[in-house]
C-alpha cells in the first residue's frame, strides 16, 4: 500500500536552514508529481510546493517562493523540501502528498513532521 | 492568489442529520475543486474531486456539487466517524489554496 513517511522536522532558530524529507512506498516514486503542504498549530492547511513527476515543473506559495526548494531523488524515492531563511511564522507541521494522476489533488498523505521556529 | 471562503465555520448536527457545508471562490476555478476530511492528530484525506466524484473508498453519503465559484459538500446522514473538519481546495489555478476549514460538530 501507499506510504509516505516524513522526517527532518525538529526546532530551528529563525534565519537558519532545515531540510526535509518523504519516504515514499509502495507505489512507482519516478510516475508521481509531489506536493508539501504545511499547518500551523491550531490552523488550516497551506500549500507549499509542488514538483513534476520528472522535476520539469515547481511551483511554489508566495510566502515561500525564493527561501524553499523542492526536489526529489527517484532513485531513493524520495523528495525533499531545504528550508532556508526560516521564520516564526513557518513554524508547522509540513505534509508531504501525493498528486493524483492526470490532476493536481493529493491523494495519500504523510502523517508530518513538526517544524518550530523558535529562537 | 484565488480565495476559497468556506460556511459555516461551525455545523453543529446530531448523528443522523444531514450536513451542507459551503465553499465559494473568489474567480472561477471551474470544477477544479477537492474536497478533504481531517479529524484530530491525523492527515487529511481526499473524499472528493473534480467537484462531485468520491475518492477510491469514500462512502455514497459524500456527495458534492458545484462549479465555478459555488461548491457544496453534502453528507446526508450523518455518522460518529464524520464528526471532523472539512477543508476545500482549489486546482485550477496556481498557486493551489485551501479554503479556512468547516467543523462539523457534535451537537
Known amino acids: 500500500q501507499v506510504q509516505l513517511v516524513e522526517s527532518g522536522g525538529g526546532v530551528v532558530q529563525p534565519g537558519r536552514s532545515l531540510r526535509l524529507s518523504c519516504a515514499a512506498s509502495g507505489f512507482t516514486f519516478s510516475g508521481y508529481g509531489m506536493h508539501w503542504v504545511r499547518q500551523a498549530p491550531g490552523k488550516g492547511l497551506e500549500w507549499v510546493a509542488v514538483?513534476?513527476?520528472?522535476?520539469?515543473?515547481?511551483y511554489y506559495a508566495d510566502s515561500v517562493k525564493g527561501r524553499f526548494t523542492i526536489s526529489r531523488d527517484d532513485s531513493r524515492n524520495t523528495l525533499y523540501l531545504q528550508m532556508n531563511s526560516l521564520r516564526a511564522e513557518d513554524t508547522a507541521m509540513y505534509y508531504c502528498?501525493?498528486?493524483?494522476?492526470?490532476?493536481?489533488?493529493?491523494?495519500?498523505w504523510g502523517q508530518g513532521t513538526l517544524v518550530t521556529v523558535s529562537s | 492568489e484565488i480565495v476559497l471562503t468556506q460556511s459555516p465555520a461551525t455545523l453543529s448536527l446530531s448523528p443522523g442529520e444531514r450536513g451542507t457545508l459551503s465553499c465559494r471562490a473568489s474567480?472561477?476555478?471551474?470544477?477544479?475543486l477537492a474536497w478533504y476530511q481531517q479529524k484530530p492528530g491525523q492527515a487529511p484525506r481526499l473524499l472528493i474531486y473534480d467537484a462531485s466524484n468520491r475518492a477510491t473508498g469514500i462512502p455514497a453519503r459524500f456527495s458534492g456539487s458545484g462549479s465555478g465559484t459555488d461548491f457544496t459538500l453534502t453528507i446526508s446522514s450523518l455518522e460518529p466517524e464524520d464528526f471532523a473538519v472539512y477543508y476545500c481546495?482549489?486546482?485550477?489555478?496556481?498557486?493551489?489554496?485551501f479554503g479556512g476549514g468547516t467543523k462539523v460538530e457534535i451537537k
Open positions: 502528498a501525493r498528486n493524483m494522476a492526470t490532476t493536481y489533488y493529493s491523494d495519500y
Open positions: 481546495q482549489q486546482c485550477n489555478n496556481w498557486p493551489l489554496t
Open positions: 474567480q472561477s476555478v471551474s470544477s477544479y
Open positions: 514538483i513534476w513527476y520528472d522535476g520539469s515543473k515547481k
